[in-house]
């Protein structure tokens, strides 16, 4: 089983900060690092899948960027919503092993 | 349609009973997963069918058995459950072929499972 990190575990913030998290996982046999936002008692959603080191993806106030060689990705939010309270999970695949991160939960306080 | 459906969102059973989960998706997603969460974990991959043959079983009990009767369905048959079974159990898909995957997943909102 390999170890897929994130952090911080837990995070507050106020309504308009921006604020941004990490993954970090294996840097070998890389194939893909996905995040997903999960909010409570919904289905987990994705965000964005990425395949290439240098990668960056962005989706409304919301991007991602990924460094297969040091093994890391970061998700920055801009301008925190309360509707973006939710856990942001990420997933490291490889072969065929897909791992998930124990997430970083954040809340966004009005 | 984008939803993973999943029935039912809630169960108790106790430990001689048989039950099953089902999870279903009419998006013409080719592969099917099946994840174990339990609380303040990352889920646990357990099961993968893709093209409706089991791709991969991660050295999951006996007591556990999945079905894929169809590309649209997929079940997980539970059988003589243990209370540390109690967990979160998801049901994911993605478009083509299985493992490894560059294709989002997308996933059913769960069933609660406490054994008893």
Not at chain 1, 34 to 59: C, I
Request: net charge neutral; with cysteine; hydrophobic share 30%.
């Amino acid at each position: 089983i390999l170890n897929v990190e994130q952090s911080p575990q837990s995070l507050h913030v106020q309504e308009g900060d921006s604020t941004n998290f990490t993954c970090s996982f294996p840097s070998s046999n890389f194939y893909a690092l996905h995040w997903y936002r999960w909010e409570t008692a919904k289905s987990p959603e994705a965000l964005f899948v990425m395949t290439l080191n240098g990668d960056e993806k962005k989706k409304g106030r919301i991007s991602a960027t990924l460094n297969t060689k040091e093994g890391y990705s970061y998700l920055y939010i801009k301008g925190s919503q309360p509707e973006d309270s939710a856990t942001y999970l990420c997933a490291f695949t490889t072969g065929n092993q897909f791992y998930f991160g124990t997430g970083t939960s954040l809340t966004v306080i009005p | 349609d984008t939803e993973v459906t999943q029935t039912p969102k809630h169960l108790v059973m106790g430990m001689t009973n048989k039950k099953s989960l089902k999870c279903e998706q009419h998006m013409g997603h080719r592969a099917m997963y099946w994840y174990k969460q339990k609380a303040k974990k990352p889920p646990e991959l357990m099961f993968v069918y893709s093209y409706e043959k089991l791709s991969i079983n991660e050295s999951v009990p006996s007591r556990f058995s999945p079905e894929c009767p169809n590309s649209s369905l997929l079940n997980l048959h539970l059988h003589a459950l243990q209370p540390e079974d109690s967990a979160l159990y998801l049901c994911a898909s993605s478009q083509g072929a299985a493992l490894p995957t560059n294709e989002k997943l997308f996933f059913g909102s769960g069933t609660q499972l406490s054994v008893l």
